[in-house]
């Protein structure tokens, strides 16, 4: 096959790049509201299956694709002259991929970014990395809030809210985004925002062990309340706004990915709780686990900022230390009794 599946668009697309569930959900929706879009994967030959079927059978089975929304395996292709770029890759994977492919990124384009996680190992943000890899682009922004693919996909209404220091670029993604059932919030909070998508991946694969462990609904409302606390106090330490995380990027994730059984860290909970393996629950997944690897990261930086992250810290002791769920659970009912503050 050739890297080209399809001629360019002649009008500017917007470039997403990463053809997982996430990404192509987005291409779905931009090109359904009417804009040039051009999706990139980096496997030629699940971009050919895409281009063939003109669907995701993989990740959106029977969601098929609008007109305007091309596809390309050449990273060349997809950022020669794109309207704006939209990433929707693993975050673990956003240093390596921007640091090889750097050259092709030009500072008169903006770049925006739909992944939820830490940089491994030094724990930074999403846009701190973007900063240090492409410091030629200068407008940039980060897309957060309660969104499943399938549903945004399917056209089901949602919300999320879109950080940038960027006026101009905001409005622009916001604008492009918008329709009937799709509705953007502005922000000028980065780091609350990225933080919050990072936070409740773990949060929700503690909630997803009490309720494989049969705990009940009370428990999960006191899991996502104190939840969205250590959230709070490791956001405002790091200098995220407060009232971000009360918003969509924050409470609205958070009750989303913990509550509902289409969140991969929620299910990754539930088998563990029943007992399976971290190999057998990534290969029953078959995705990325965003809270596997941020639980980790969270923990180092609550130790970095004196913060308390009680939940996390015990997600973290079950993946990394073979703590039991059954004694993770028994420290944290064992904790003394403090006044609810956050």
């Excluded at 925006?112 to 682009?137: N, R, Y």
């Excluded at 549903?151 to 993604?173: D, M, R, Y």
């Excluded at 009490?210 to 200098?239: K, P, S, Y």
């Amino acid at each position: 096959m050739t890297a080209d599946i399809h001629p360019r668009p002649v009008a500017a697309p917007i470039a997403v790049l990463g053809a997982g569930s996430w990404g192509t959900a987005l291409a779905i929706h931009l090109a359904r509201a009417g804009h040039e879009v051009l999706l990139w994967g980096n496997e030629p030959e699940h971009i050919e299956l895409l281009a063939r079927h003109r669907q995701n059978r993989q990740f959106l089975p029977d969601v098929d694709f609008p007109a305007s929304l091309q596809l390309t395996a050449s990273l060349e292709q997809a950022l020669a002259s794109p309207s704006w770029i939209l990433l929707a890759i693993p975050s673990h994977a956003y240093r390596p991929f921007l640091k090889a492919n750097k050259q092709l990124f030009s500072g008169e384009v903006g770049v925006a970014w739909a992944s939820k996680g830490l940089e491994q190992g030094s724990g930074k943000l999403l846009h701190q990395v973007i900063a240090e890899e492409l410091p030629q682009c200068r407008e940039t922004a980060v897309m957060s809030g309660p969104t499943f693919a399938k549903e945004v996909a399917i056209n089901l209404p949602t919300a999320l809210t879109v950080a940038s220091t960027s006026e101009a670029f905001s409005k622009q993604i916001s604008d492009d985004l918008h329709s009937g059932r799709f509705r953007v919030y502005l922000s000028r909070d980065l780091t609350g925002v990225e933080l919050g998508g990072a936070v409740k991946n773990v949060l929700a694969i503690a909630a997803g062990a009490a309720d494989g462990l049969g705990f009940g609904a009370n428990t999960r409302a006191a899991l996502i309340t104190r939840g969205l606390a250590e959230m709070m106090r490791l956001g405002e330490a790091m200098g995220g706004r407060r009232e971000t995380f009360m918003g969509l990027a924050g409470m609205g994730d958070l009750i989303l990915t913990c509550t509902d059984d289409q969140s991969r860290n929620r299910r990754t909970g539930l088998l563990m709780a029943l007992g399976k393996t971290l190999d057998q629950v990534h290969e029953e997944i078959g995705q990325a686990i965003e809270g596997i690897k941020t639980a980790k990261e969270v923990v180092s930086l609550a130790r970095q900022y004196d913060v308390e992250v009680p939940i996390c810290e015990q997600v973290y002791r079950v993946i990394y230390q073979g703590c039991a769920i059954e004694e993770a659970v028994h420290t944290l009912l064992s904790r003394k009794s403090s006044q609810e503050t956050v």
